[in-house]
């Protein structure tokens, strides 16, 4: 049974596929549901950086802040002629999602190296 009022702290994030799903921690109810915009995003695996009020989502080249609490777009950066590479995360704030980024990123790399 969902609950009346979520914070940050009752979600857990899950990304693949070019998708990002919240979950309540607790019980597992999804709270809400996001997909990436961008060509060539729906097989790749979304890195997340939690940052407080926005998790910032980098994917096939692209980067987001998305509200945490309902997942809507707060900004969108294409990086126009950059490429597509790893991506790397960091903020000032977001210490605790830097491991994640960067543990997700290696695992990736791993996928792809055994794939060509």
Same mark, same amino acid.
């Given at each position: /049974?969902?609950?009346?009022?979520?914070?940050?702290?009752?979600?857990?994030?899950?990304?693949?596929?070019?998708?990002?799903?919240?979950?309540?921690?607790?019980?597992?109810?999804?709270?809400?549901?996001?997909?990436?915009?961008?060509?060539?995003?729906?097989?790749?695996?979304?890195?997340?950086?939690?940052?407080?009020?926005?998790?910032?989502?980098?994917?096939?080249?692209?980067?987001?802040?998305?509200?945490?609490?309902?997942?809507?777009?707060?900004?969108?950066?294409?990086?126009?002629?950059?490429? /597509?590479?790893?991506?790397?995360?960091?903020? /000032?704030?977001?210490?605790?999602?830097?491991?994640?980024?960067?543990?997700?990123?290696?695992?990736?790399?791993?996928?792809?190296?055994?794939?060509?």
């Amino acid at each position: /049974m969902p609950r009346d009022t979520l914070t940050t702290d009752d979600l857990l994030f899950v990304a693949f596929n070019g998708r990002v799903i919240a979950v309540d921690r607790l019980d597992g109810t999804e709270v809400w549901r996001w997909k990436a915009q961008a060509s060539g995003a729906g097989t790749a695996v979304p890195i997340l950086l939690p940052d407080g009020d926005r998790i910032f989502v980098c994917c096939s080249g692209y980067t987001w802040a998305l509200d945490p609490l309902d997942g809507r777009v707060l900004w969108h950066q294409p990086f126009k002629g950059e490429g /597509m590479g790893i991506p790397s995360l960091a903020t /000032m704030r977001g210490v605790a999602g830097s491991s994640v980024a960067a543990a997700a990123s290696a695992a990736a790399a791993s996928r792809t190296q055994a794939t060509t």
